[in-house]
């Protein structure tokens, strides 16, 4: 077990490559349209009807209740958002390796025997590990599985469907989006 686990952090590390780049904080405001923050310049952009522009300055409540500030096409920020901020960030850390094993193995086991599998089942493991301490500190492991779901070569997407199971929303999409053949 030592030595799958030395070997699959070695893997890891050889294999990947890129980081996990910051996503920008969303929500909606109280009328329904939904606000996107830039995480490296505090630009807020206002998405409305499928037109989407900056976000003009003034208060603005959330549909939560919380209240961003806008000067000059920047939210200055407060307690309440990077709280909200930061409670978003670490839902999307919490579901990475999970999400990987969903990617690898398939959303019902169909790509049990792949290769990667095991990797993104030990460090789906090792994440639950480390999540039981965390203290506003990002697992290693959760790290991993970010970088590993950008690393095609190794961490393939599995392509095997089990037999009279019905297509999830998101295949259902794909399919009315691209195509029965995936022509896109």
Known sequence: MLFSRALLISLLLISVTTQAEETPWQGALRDGSQIAIDPLTNKVT????????????GVHQ?????VIIVREGIVVR????LNIQREQQ?????????LLVRKVCGPRNECDSHPACDPARQLQT?????????????PESTRQCLQAMSNEGFFQACSKRSAGTP???CEELQRRVCGASNQC
Do not use: Y
């Open 46 to 57: 206002r998405s409305w009807q499928g037109e989407a522009g900056q976000l003009w300055d």
């Open 62 to 66: 959330l549909d939560n209740g919380a």
């Open 78 to 81: 407060d307690a309440a958002v």
């Open 90 to 98: 670490r839902r999307q850390l919490e579901e990475a390796c999970m």
């Open 126 to 138: 090792m994440e639950q590990e480390e999540l039981r301490g965390w203290a506003d500190v990002v």
């Open 167 to 169: 297509l999830s929303a």
